[in-house]
Every structure is written in C-alpha cells, then in structure tokens.
C-alpha cells in the first residue's frame, strides 16, 4: 500500500490506476516540464545545482548528505567520460520506498537523472535496481523504452546539444551493493566488495571515472524542485530538513505501507495514518531508520518528529526512513538475533573485524536467546562491537553494531532476564 | 567431465547481447551478472561449464564469472527443484508472519531451508530483505516472480497453482 499524503515524489500518482506509471500519464500531471523548461530556457548548471541547494533536499538513501552540495563536488571540466549512477538497490530490512517509485513513478527517477546528467555535464547513466524485484526491473526497462522514444532520453535531448543514455542494471541478491563503492564494484561485473575511500567516486567512480551516486527517492525528488523552485520544497518540511519524505512503516501496524509526508511531522500521527497498532496492542519499540539505526522505546518516539535532526537527538537515525515498529509481545533478544544473522550473512567478508566480528555478534546473541547466555556475554558484546565499529573499509560493521548498542541501551534488563532465567519475559516474536 | 550442454539457446546469447550493448565496448564485464541471470534461467542452476561458457562468451577470466556467480546469493551453484521458492524471514517479514510463512511452507512440502521435495519440484530457501517488507509475507518463485501477502491460504493457492 502506497499512501500519498503530501510530498513531490509521488505527486498527482493515482494508485488506483494501473497505467498511472505511463509516460502519458506523467507528462499529464506536469512531468518532463521542468527538463524542457530547461532546455527552452536554456537554465545554466549553476542555477540548477543553486535551486538544489536552497531545497536543503539531502540524499534519501540513508546517509541525508545534502544533494546540492553532492553534485557540486562533480568536476563539471572533467574532460573524459563521466557517470552518474542511481542507486536502487534498496536491502536495508525495513525499506520498501524505491521499489514503490520505480513501480509507480519511473518517469520521475528517468527525469531526475536526466537533469542531474545535465547539470554535472554528464552523458551516461546506470540505474543499479535491486535483485529481488525483477517484475520492478522490467517495468524500469519499459519506462526507459518510453523515454527513449519520446525523446527525453538520447542523443540532442529535446533538439539541444545534451545528450543522455540511461540504462537499468539488475542486482542478484547481494545487501553490500547498497553501499555506493561496492554497487560501483558490482556495475563493473566484480564482487561487490567496497573500495577504500579517498578517493571518493566524484574523482575515481564507475571504471575509474569521476562518478555521482544518489538514491532513487532523493532523484525523484529533483523535477519537482526544479518545476516548483527549491525553496517551495523546502517549505514542505522545516530548515535543514527541506521536503517530504517517504517513511516505508512495517511491523506490528494495521496498514503496512509507504507514506509520503512532511518531514517534521510527529511519529505519533504517522503511526496514526498506519492504521495504529495491530490488535490495539501496547506500542513497546521502533526502529526508526532501517535494521542499522539503533532502536528507540515507544515512549520516545511518541515525542518524536520525523525528521534527521529530532531522530537524531533522540539517539538515532533518519537512515532511510524505515519505521519498523514493535508490540508489546516482541522479545528484543530474538529480535536482535535476527538482525544480527542478517548483518553476519550479508558481510562481504574483505575486513576482519567485520567478516569475524558479525559472526561472533550472532553466535552470542543467538545462545542468550537459547538459553544458554553467560553473565560475561552483554560486555563481550560491547567488546566485540567496540573491535568492529570504525575498523572496517565500508559502514556494515557499524551498520552491523548498531542495533546491538540500541537494544543494550535500552532494553538491557530484557538480556539480563534472558541469561539469568534462560527464557524471554514476553511471548512473541 | 565436461557438461556437453553448457552452451545456451541463441535465445538466451540475444538476451545477453542486449545486456552488452548497455555498457562501454571495453567493458563486457559489466555484463556478467545479467549474463549469468540468464544462463540460470534456462539451464536453472549454473554449472562451473556453464559459467565458463559466460566467461568465455564476454571474453573474461572463468574465474571473474565465478567469483560473481559465488558472491550473490540468487544464483544456484547446485540443482534446485522446478520451483525455488524463497521466503523472507527478516525482522520486518517475521514481524507479519514471515517466519510463519516459513514454518508453513517446511511443514506443508515435508522439507526443510535448503532441501527438495523427492520429485523435484519445490526448493525451500530462506531468503534476506527483498525490499517488500510492507506486503510481507512475502515469497519469491525462481528469483523473478513476487508473493505478497503468503498467509497460509495464499500459500496453498500458489502451491495449487504450481503443481
């Protein structure tokens, strides 16, 4: 489910429509305007990369870097061939936003990178999509045919002098890809293990070359901005937080589903439009921004906005907006288990610390939650993660961290029950 | 003993000429994973002369396809049944039923996460994030084609459906 309740990503999209994807039906709701607004008026890269500042829109994929000042990093003189990549290999558990858009509204992602090749003065561009969603995968392909022919897409876009080739690249099963150096890894036919950084992929990117990476959500986001103005869409959401955001809500809910809404809006009234608790059960935790962001008891996230700076101060993170949201019933050790198996499976296994340390955070884990937990294991936990986090080349070790820092923090007394009386206090998953 | 039918369908080498013309001429590479979706597609498992036959079609080192047809874990290195279905049981899947889901689908086929049913119709995988937590329980069959939704009475339609 879908639900749009005020934003730029999925403006004027009628779910109810199955041909609401269609070109004719993006052009009709004002899409491909801002890109001929472009070449008629012939807007300068400058004046393009100015308006995405003023939005304050930052990168949706997880890491909220502001995309303005991204894209002004790209060396616009660069005389060779250049890249601009999208990253839509969206794996982070908890995260189903970038799927629904390339369903629903690929015109809007396909428009966004064209402007975005315009205004770095790039020629070619590749859309990384997730390996799980193959039926999305095609329906990229079949957006991208429409563009091709209706002349978006191509050599002398529109009958100017820009010229720009996109194309869709299919993943198959690998969570690593979802960081930006191991997606660049992947794209050139490797193992998707990520690259030390510097250099970053604004000099050395996709086959060597200077290379801008976003997210789905944040390119979607830029025809609207460019359309309506950056500081329209800044007034969407509040400073520093410009816009909407899609939050993907999962878990314990009555309507699991992506909403589009205002950044600052409270977590109370988002949970609200999610249909409320499943079964009218007690709201115990949230995990605000993905399986990577530590957790937050209920009662906190009740007096939380979301947005990067409230979730933030309140001890965790935006990351991509996904809001998974636990009852009462849910054991934090099983819980954390899971999660744990997930960030030890999914390690590309080129750091040490990572490729072990995931391992022994799971293993641990896993006996507390068998009953077998020792007294010593809560501090052999913080020990490992200490040994892991900040020692490795990409964020899945932190990534990996995480969650077990947030639950220790905050659901410590649920461990400590488990070692010492070798069962859960609650039921439930 | 090399598999003397490790050669694709002209079918299959068209697909793959598609995914080429996608990439800069000196960067084939690029190609292997779509080249190898499609090789599994059509013989459903890769073989290692199967994966040859890609290295050797894209002009790269047998051992550069390998090292992708190891890494990502949609790719079968082993024969699986007609059907390979996947389910999801991370934490948000679980949450709605996705561990469930799994449990179900063990107890309905009598076979355990990695196993095929004797007459080789059903492999049981349990799969990570697939990016589709809100329609969880969700199941993939043969890696392209979605379930949402798989509460128990979906799951036996689908399975109905199969057989």
Redesign the interface.
Same mark, same amino acid.
């Given at each position: 489910m879908t639900v749009y309740v005020k934003g730029v990503v999925f403006d004027g999209v009628d779910f109810d429509d199955p041909n609401s994807w269609n070109i004719d039906a993006y052009i009709q709701r004002g899409g491909y305007a801002a890109l001929k607004k472009i070449i008629a008026e012939g807007i300068s890269q400058d004046a393009i990369i100015a308006e995405l500042k003023t939005s304050s829109l930052r990168g949706r994929g997880g890491a909220g870097f502001p995309t303005g000042l991204k894209w002004s990093f790209m060396p616009r003189s660069f005389p060779g061939q250049k890249y601009l990549v999208c990253n839509t290999d969206e794996g982070e558990p908890g995260t189903f936003k970038d799927l629904d858009i390339i369903v629903n509204n690929p015109h809007a992602l396909i428009e966004g990178m064209i402007i975005g090749g315009y205004a770095m003065g790039i020629s070619v561009g590749y859309n990384y999509i997730h390996g799980e969603v193959f039926a999305a995968y095609e329906r990229f392909e079949a957006a991208l045919e429409e563009a091709r022919r209706a002349g978006f897409l191509g050599d002398k876009i529109l009958g100017s002098d820009f010229s720009f080739q996109l194309h869709a690249h299919h993943g198959y099963g690998a969570y690593i890809c979802g960081e930006e150096t191991a997606l660049l890894e992947s794209l050139e036919g490797k193992k998707g293990q990520p690259r030390f950084k510097p250099p970053f992929p604004a000099s050395f990117g996709l086959y060597g070359k200077p290379t801008t990476i976003n997210n789905t959500e944040t390119f979607a986001s830029v025809p609207y901005i460019i359309r309506e103005g950056g500081q329209k869409f800044l007034e969407l959401g509040k400073p520093n937080n410009g816009g909407t955001k899609l939050f993907s809500v999962s878990g314990h809910v009555n309507r699991p589903g992506n909403f589009e809404i205002p950044l600052g809006t409270p977590f109370s009234e988002l949970l609200e439009m999610a249909g409320g608790m499943r079964g009218g059960k007690k709201l115990k935790a949230v995990i605000p921004g993905g399986s990577s962001a530590p957790v937050l008891p209920g009662h906190i996230m009740m007096e939380t906005t979301m947005d990067y700076d409230a979730i933030a101060k309140a001890g965790s993170m935006l990351g991509s907006g996904a809001v998974i949201v636990m009852d009462e019933t849910v054991c934090m050790v099983k819980a954390l288990r899971r999660l744990s198996y997930f960030y030890y499976e999914e390690s590309c296994g080129q750091c040490t610390p990572c490729r072990e340390g995931t391992g022994w955070l799971y293993r641990v884990v896993d006996r507390i939650e068998r009953g077998l937990g020792r007294p010593e294991d809560l501090e052999l936990l913080e020990s490992v993660g200490k040994n892991i986090a900040g020692r490795t080349i990409c964020a899945l070790g932190d990534a990996a961290v995480m969650p077990v820092q947030g639950m220790l923090k905050h659901f410590r007394d649920e461990f400590l029950h488990h070692i010492e009386h070798k069962k859960c206090i609650v039921p439930g998953y | 003993m090399s598999d003397l039918n490790a050669g694709l369908s002209p079918e299959s080498l068209a697909q793959i000429d598609r995914e080429v013309a996608?990439?800069?001429a000196d960067?084939k590479?690029?190609?292997?994973?779509?080249a190898?979706?499609i090789a599994q597609v059509e013989k459903r498992w890769l073989s290692s002369d199967t994966i040859k036959f890609v290295a050797d079609y894209l002009g790269?080192a047998p051992m550069?396809a390998h090292?992708?047809a190891t890494?990502? =874990?949609?790719?079968d290195r082993s024969p699986v049944g007609k059907y390979k279905l996947t389910v999801c049981? =991370?934490?948000? *899947?679980?949450?709605?039923g996705g561990?469930d889901a799994g449990e179900y689908l063990q107890k309905k086929l009598g076979i355990g996460y990695n196993e095929t049913t004797a007459d080789g119709k059903f492999t049981l995988k349990e799969?990570? *994030?697939?990016?589709? *937590?809100?329609?969880?329980p969700v199941m993939?069959v043969n =890696?392209?084609?979605?379930c949402n939704h798989m509460t128990p009475d979906a799951i036996d339609r689908k399975l109905a459906e199969l057989n």
């Open positions: - | 996608k990439y800069p960067q590479r690029s190609a292997v994973m779509s190898l979706r790269i550069a090292e992708v890494f990502y =874990n949609m790719y049981t =991370n934490l948000p *899947c679980a949450l709605s561990a799969g990570e *994030c697939m990016g589709a *937590c809100g329609y969880a993939l =890696n392209h084609t979605m």
